[in-house]
Nanobody
Framework: QVQLVESGGGLVQAGGSLRLSCAAS????????MAWFRQAPGKEREFVAA????????YDADSVKGRFTISRDNAKDTVYLQMNSLKPEDTAVYCC??????????????????WGRGTQVTVSS
């Protein structure tokens, strides 16, 4: 089992920044690919970004490319999502997810085995 706990959400004005953190425990963090997903009210869960187990490969959704950056610190068992130039449409609950490390990065929720409870991000206009 891998336990994931997100933090760093909050209320921010459009154009502002937030950094989300996801702390992992329970298994060897460095063996897991990590991802961020988000879900807005009435909408499907949406892929945001993912990073490979070693941190050398990452992938961002087109909707956040150039604004969000995913990173990880395997020494701290933590993955981060730096969010800049936030827009009202970024408002959602952001969840981190983990899956055993693979050869390619997965972008669909069904590929991930472990999930955190999420942290709310609200961007006001």
């Amino acid at each position: 089992q891998v336990q994931l706990v997100e933090s760093g959400g909050g209320l921010v004005q459009a154009g502002g920044s937030l950094r989300l953190s996801c702390a992992a425990s329970g298994r060897t963090f460095s063996r897991y690919d990590m991802a961020w997903f988000r879900q807005a009210p009435g909408k499907e869960r949406e892929f945001v970004a993912a990073v490979s187990w070693g941190g050398d490969t990452s992938y961002d959704a087109d909707s956040v490319k150039g604004r969000f950056t995913i990173s990880r610190d395997n020494a701290k068992d933590t993955v981060y999502l730096q969010m800049n130039s936030l827009k009202p449409e970024d408002t959602a609950v952001y969840c981190c997810a983990a899956k055993p490390g693979g050869f390619i990065i997965m972008t669909t929720p069904d590929r991930y085995d472990y999930w955190g409870r999420g942290t709310q991000v609200t961007v006001s206009s």
